[in-house]
């Protein structure tokens, strides 16, 4: 069997499935959309994409159906569904995903229409998903199933227990020099048992589960939500939102854009914020505001609303509507916390076995921010009229 | 002072020039020129780029600025040149190489020009090379000498001890996953003097000096020439050349394109070899010849040549010109060789100095090969015109 | 100066002082007491000793005083007290410290009898500590209080941001093959400050902070107190109570063992629990009970307490006294809930300023166990009567 | 099946047979055995021991044995071998390997006697290899053929590609912090085919081979061959010669003991040595000459010569004969260059298909030193007469 060198797991090995895969058009794109998007911008070595990521992914889910002992027919389509996962992502991964769901109803890990139909804009003498799909009798709507993370093998893929997380947090950790998400995937995966038709951690392991949302808690503060990332992919959406606007391209284009494309784009249809991107000449904070200070209801904010807001403060400032950036995110949720462990012979919830998930779930409220950016020169009348807008406290 | 975390050396340390540096369109421009270009295609990670490889090369230059004990104002220009040395690079680095130094006479290490003058496409509201170096007082042609080599801490920058393979060894090989680079930089550093005005090696490190030359020697056969690699680079190099030669960018525009620039001008002006190298569906090899097989003279071949035998070729096979490209290296040198080691008190050349070196020469030379690649349904015919026009045993 | 390759901090560069203190009996001996005693019977790998923690140690509190910029007389007698702070243990470390203390009355970071008169076993022509440390003009009682923790600069070397945790976390985990420990040491250092006395954390670090917490709490659940190690350390801790009460070996010597020494004492003067430690042949858990079942007041049990519920036990059971071994860890303390971090400009204590420190005193609250250890063949007799001596609930 | 974590390999799996011969004494006993023996004197962090390489070595035995499709029986008995092949070490393993041979007539690696008849020290309550080996339906003598390197799978333990030297590298530049040794054992394993009864590279693998060749040649100098390693070794095996000569200990008990025996037994009968080993106190070189300063013939010299050379040049220097320590290294050998390898379809030795074998035969010849160590006081009477005594040119 084939095997890929890689800088986290070394040698991958490659079932003649997952050779075949890997020479799709719609996997051969993943090399050019990045793992981590605008955190590169704070963490310059964290260039690693969604490519590699999938490999790790597809090993790490290999090692798992082992563990399980799964057979034959569900593991292929669990190891395409592990290769596959991410093949729906826009360009700049998370930071388009919004944008595109208001236009097309569809979230990243939908990817049935893509499954079964390929890329619309595969070439005819290029090889899809459908075509690897058909030699191999694999059901397109089991595999996308399986993305969406339905019945207990989906669990593997996507869920509490996931090795798409246990990849990417050890990645993240490698490209970035960030240790914190340095997790014992080995134990984990060692430990990994189905209990009546759900993906557990068998007896001894509440610790070794909290690692994971201990894992995540750090990465989450120190890296994926750093206000640097944070301010540069606010920006990109606001640049992709106008680009959209503006028919430069269509939104069935767009999404099948990889991260190179995008930046061509933006930097000649929306040349100020694209450039601004391009050589991280990025605004400034002009609020950055915790749950205290913030009237309820904030965290409930949609994309059109803070939309409504910029423009609102744009106006009471002075300054053009693209010189205001507005950035709620939602509410924090800490999917881990459902993950099972079985504590004393029984299936549990970790936030039931573990002291630490309700501190975590604390912990992660008290560092969510709202934030408004602004360019250096007119941080200070944003400041004020944002803070007018949305009735902060000083 | 600042700090930036970078994955190999964990934090470096700006000083305020490094700083205002890092923030000039030219330093930005290379968070988008990866480090090993068409390496990426065979080992995944690699996605690293001359961004933080330039940090890297400052941070390595900082340590031996102190272990020499430079005064202030030699240390401010070599750090200058520690971090710019890679600004003259075109997309993709070596692979347009010598594309641009056919229209333009110059090499990328070449950048006087650029230091005086400033990126000539830099808008006026973004801060250029030439802003910083006017408030800090660097001489832009003392700076563009070391980067040329010149002078004892010349040899710094770029010589046989230089900082800069310090730092690329080590990092290619943390992002390949491939051990071979892991020199142990921080001996090499420690043990560097400057007697008579040259850099060398003090007494009793003949083995440290061979180490360089070993970790580049089995960097350059198993990643930096791999032939997959190597491929993608030709093909890289033919489309660019279409690219100019139908007059769709001017060179001018071409040596500061960024990798994404290229990838999508490419995908756009020559889209079938564009597409193919953005989705990795390379030609393949229809000659592979060592230097026992090929006629002598073969190695002195130039880019023209090449294109001269490939058209030859593809006229021969009855196949489009697009479909043949010839890829004759250089005769390999080993520029390690020279470097200077202490040896029984005496200043001696590596090869003087080791039995290693002529032993490398020879393996360097078993390892040059021709190739000549082209689309797998295209192989068998080109491959029997091409050794009828380079008159090649079988 | 000198340099010494160390496995986790790379070259460890020495000055002058810290040469010649390498050079002393009482250093040198630290190089046969390991790290982790008896945490070696389960990770295989973790032989690591205190010599190369203790020069670990060393070069952080370089670090950290270049960081706060302490003048020279100050540094010398830190770096003396980050080099020598372990010198005081007994052979097996923090394993035999409770009966040194029982003995002597002194715990193992009490050292200024030994930085006074140096190794009472040094030979005449060996160098010891008292003889560095006048050619220095070191004064020992400062060193000594140093070593306690006193003083701000005390904190550096004990305390909660002390440097001696920072290196055993990383250091415990390199060798263990355990990732958790691995923290971001660069970024503890240089976010220290001294405001008003007091060592903290710059503002901005309270996830800093919390990464120490964190990394000790996991470390010390998969690592420190792993049950195998316990039980091996708990039968040595009674072996050498009975070489001792033998009077194999006086207390003085006794103290001054290395791990091989004690080794050989107990193969020859105890040698059926020596030769079960030696060969790894531990005892099994008759009883591990967590704080919910058994009894308040058994966690202020003192090692009398213990000896005396073992003869116990043992009579009730059946079996000889040696048979039996009870361990009774003390009352769970998270020293580090004291570190101090500046938040919104004030000095807070952690506990006040993360929530996640009485979440992780619970959590570790609910990892404790009291053990009763006994030979495979034992266990059943022993648990039952251990259940009734103790009242423990099924 | 149980897991062990290890810091080289992470989990390391061990199947029923494997678990039950790591509890055997003679494999416990490998615990206290370190793998570098006096090298930590330099590296002070290289205290790993010959119990977690072996583990090491089984685990890289198994994935050949996988790749190589080997049938239960030849498995389980090369699994054996593999976790057993460094029983027969005495204390300090190579150190004492020499004077071990001239009074055993064996070498570490002919076991036969010990895996047939068991420790002669074994208590009879604890479990030995024959226990075992009768269980599992292993014949010793099988056991003890692979040990030695015979047959095609005896290749795999003991030969030009056995894994004991992958993992010995690896590890080694783990724990001292010297890169070199960290070659790619998984494309090594991956690569390895049976033709005609000899294990061989696959076609391609030149560099692969070579890669070994350098990673020993460079351990051998910066590590292995340290001139304070060597130092230390020489002492240690001129105080074990006493220990022997004086009847302190019978050949017999020595060379069944683990390394805290012996420097305890060094200590109490050989007080001198002993205890400047134990604390570092080690002679300096009197004498460091080269193959080109010394007389041919010198290179075949025995221990035998060495001694009588010793108590020569003691006389003529006037000290006492414990004070002069001569070491004369054996003729470099360059094993690997044995190494087989299919070049063009033909299975040819390292040697034929690459330019660096004869280089680093060369270059291990310029690396032989002769060596005469005395205490600092004595260096200048020693060299003198040394120099004499020899016939060196100064």
Same mark, same amino acid.
């Given at each position: 069997m084939a095997a890929i060198k890689d800088s986290v797991?070394?040698?991958?090995t490659l079932n003649p499935l997952a050779q075949e895969l890997l020479d799709t058009v719609e996997f051969q794109r993943l090399r050019h959309i990045k793992q981590l998007s605008t955190v590169r911008l704070v963490y310059p070595s964290a260039?690693? /994409?969604?490519? +590699?990521?999938?490999?790790?992914?597809?090993?790490?889910? /290999?090692?798992?159906?082992?563990?399980? !002992? #799964? !057979?034959? !027919?569900?593991?292929k389509h669990v190891r395409a569904a592990a290769l596959l996962h991410d093949i729906g992502h826009g360009p700049y991964g998370h930071q388009t995903e919004g944008l595109i769901h208001r236009h097309t109803g569809r979230d990243h890990d939908e990817i049935e229409w893509l499954l079964t139909n390929g890329d619309p804009f595969a070439a005819d003498s290029e090889t899809t998903v &459908?075509?690897?799909? %058909?030699?191999?009798?694999?059901? &397109?709507?089991?595999?996308?199933?399986? *993305?969406?993370?339905?019945? $207990? @093998?989906?669990?593997?893929v996507s869920g509490e227990l996931d090795v798409d997380r246990m990849d990417y947090l050890v990645r993240d950790a490698h490209h970035t020099g960030v240790p914190y998400g340095t997790i014992d995937h080995g134990r984990l995966i060692r430990e990994l048992r189905l209990i009546d038709g759900e993906l557990v951690l068998a007896e001894g392991n509440v610790q070794t589960a909290e690692s994971l949302l201990l894992a995540r808690a750090m990465m989450n503060g120190i890296v994926y939500r750093h206000h640097v990332s944070r301010i540069a992919g606010a920006m990109l959406a606001r640049a992709c939102e106008q680009l959209l606007a503006e028919q430069a391209v269509s939104i069935e284009q767009f999404?099948?854009?990889?991260?190179?494309?995008? @930046? *061509?784009?933006?930097? $000649?249809? *929306?040349?100020?914020?694209?450039?601004?991107?391009? =050589?991280?000449?990025?605004?400034?904070?002009?609020?950055?505001?915790?749950? +205290?200070?913030?009237?309820?209801?904030?965290? +409930?904010f949609d994309r059109s609303d803070e939309r409504e807001a910029a423009r609102e403060i744009a106006a009471a400032a002075g300054v053009e509507e /693209? +010189?205001?950036?507005? !950035? #709620? &995110?939602?509410?924090? =949720?800490?999917? $881990? %916390?459902? /993950?099972? *462990?079985?504590v004393g012979g029984v299936v549990q919830h970790l936030e039931d076995a573990s002291e630490l998930v309700s501190a975590l779930r604390s912990a992660e409220r008290s560092q969510w921010r709202l934030g408004v950016y602004a360019p250096a020169t007119a941080v200070e009348s944003v400041r004020s009229a944002a803070r007018d807008c949305f009735g902060i406290q000083t």
């Open positions: 797991h070394d040698y991958i260039n690693h /994409t969604r490519f +590699e990521h999938s490999l790790g992914v597809y090993h790490l889910a /290999t090692q798992a159906l082992d563990q399980l !002992d #799964i !057979d034959a !027919d569900r593991s &459908p075509d690897v799909f %058909s030699r191999h009798d694999i059901d &397109p709507a089991r595999v996308a199933a399986l *993305v969406r993370g339905d019945g $207990e @093998l989906g669990q593997l999404q099948r854009m990889a991260d190179h494309d995008l @930046l *061509v784009a933006l930097h $000649e249809q *929306v040349p100020k914020l694209g450039r601004r991107i391009e =050589r991280r000449q990025l605004y400034k904070r002009a609020v950055w505001a915790g749950v +205290e200070a913030v009237p309820a209801g904030l965290m +409930e /693209t +010189e205001v950036v507005v !950035d #709620i &995110p939602s509410r924090p =949720r800490l999917k $881990e %916390s459902a /993950t099972q *462990v079985v």
